[in-house]
């Protein structure tokens, strides 16, 4: 066994802090120490947050996009895909049904749409609070005065991920942003007490375990609530086609290295994991995750939200494909958490509803 890469596992476990060098040694470790990296981030995760898997529902609400960020299948520089809004209707139906399967937050993300303006979201955020849902916008980058507004209309979270902390691969990445003005966002968010969400893709053209670092190092800086972090998966209709896709060990690393450095965060196993690894669900909720998120966006639309291809999609009735968490999670001798699971940390946790049982939803 390696004892630099003990000795740094102890470092972390002690202090929660790391250094860039330390982390690098642990992204470069091999399967063999990488094994004990997962089962601290397991142990970790069980003594911060428990053994609850929270259960978000996602509603994929608009493909449209005006962006072109170069690996994205959404960009507005594909024209393969057909297009699709939902109405604020058809939303609130989505997250109705959501409720009544009984999810306790439902996510609504979208491309960066300025089709839906502040008064549009904010109707809507205000509808699904009346549901007694838990709210988490995730529809881009918006003027200060656009996420205010929504917080005011009672949005609790707000996900946004950095994708990449390294300022000249966040440039080649995206041509027409800067990660000044993403840095700039996410702290808007934070100053207007949202929980916040961020995050990274891992195997991206041009990354190196030094660039993960880095990644980490800006999660922990931003002191997140929530980190979602998925393996790079190339668009056939993006400049990145023909790129490499990202590797499933290496995302489980990132994953397993935020919940030591971000005991209390949030961490769900993205789709775009469980979509290049049948096992890479269990695999992440086995070394640092606690959160998965199902798709609840109407049918009709779902297949149409491709970021990236072939998404895993475990079942198309909602209700049986609540029911297959449920009953994965207990395989794994977890439990499925019954309140609107906001962050652990102070501040955050006194308004989660709590003394609801699964069962009354099922
Ligand atoms: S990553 Fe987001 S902002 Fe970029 S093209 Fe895709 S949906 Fe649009």
């Not at 990449?164 to 000044?180: I, K």
Request: hydrophobic share 35%.
């Amino acid at each position: 066994m390696n004892r630099e890469i003990q000795q740094i596992i102890r470092k972390a476990l002690a202090k929660q802090q790391l250094t860039k060098d330390e982390l690098v040694s642990l992204l470069a470790c091999e399967s063999s120490c990488a094994s004990d990296l997962f089962a601290a981030a397991h142990q970790v995760r069980r003594q911060h947050v428990g053994d609850e898997v929270h259960l978000r529902g996602i509603i994929e609400f608009s493909n449209c996009c005006q962006r072109n960020c170069r690996y994205c299948g959404l960009r507005k520089g594909n024209h393969n895909l057909k297009r699709y809004r939902m109405s604020a209707d058809e939303i609130y139906e989505a997250a109705l049904t959501a409720c009544q399967l009984g999810y306790r937050t439902v996510v609504l993300q979208s491309g960066e749409d300025s089709f839906y303006d502040a008064d549009m979201i904010a109707g809507v955020v205000k509808r699904l609070k009346k549901l007694d849902l838990a709210v988490t916008l995730s529809c881009g980058e918006r003027p200060y005065a656009e996420y205010l507004y929504w917080r005011q209309a009672g949005a609790d979270r707000y996900l946004l991920k950095h994708e990449t902390a390294n300022e000249l691969l966040y440039s080649q990445l995206h041509p027409d942003m800067t990660f000044s003005n993403r840095k700039r966002c996410l702290m808007d968010l934070r100053k207007l007490g949202y929980q916040v969400g961020s995050g990274c893709m891992v195997g991206l053209p041009g990354q190196t375990p030094a660039i993960l670092a880095e990644d980490l190092l800006y999660l922990k800086e931003l002191d997140v609530e929530m980190a979602g972090i998925g393996p790079f998966i190339p668009h056939p209709h993006t400049p990145l086609a023909g790129a490499s896709q990202g590797n499933v060990e290496m995302t489980i690393k990132m994953i397993a290295l935020t919940r030591l450095l971000l005991p209390q965060a949030h961490l769900p196993v993205t789709t775009a994991l469980s979509t290049i690894d049948a096992q890479g669900r269990e695999k992440a909720l086995r070394s640092g995750a606690n959160v998965i998120m199902p798709n609840v966006t109407p049918k009709d639309f779902r297949s149409l939200y491709e970021i990236y291809p072939n998404k895993d999609r475990p079942d198309d009735n909602q209700r049986d494909c609540r029911q297959s968490m449920v009953d994965f999670i207990h395989s794994l001798g977890r439990t499925v958490a019954q309140g609107q699971g906001h962050s652990p940390k102070p501040g955050f946790s006194c308004l989660q509803k709590r003394g609801e049982t699964d069962e009354q939803y099922a």
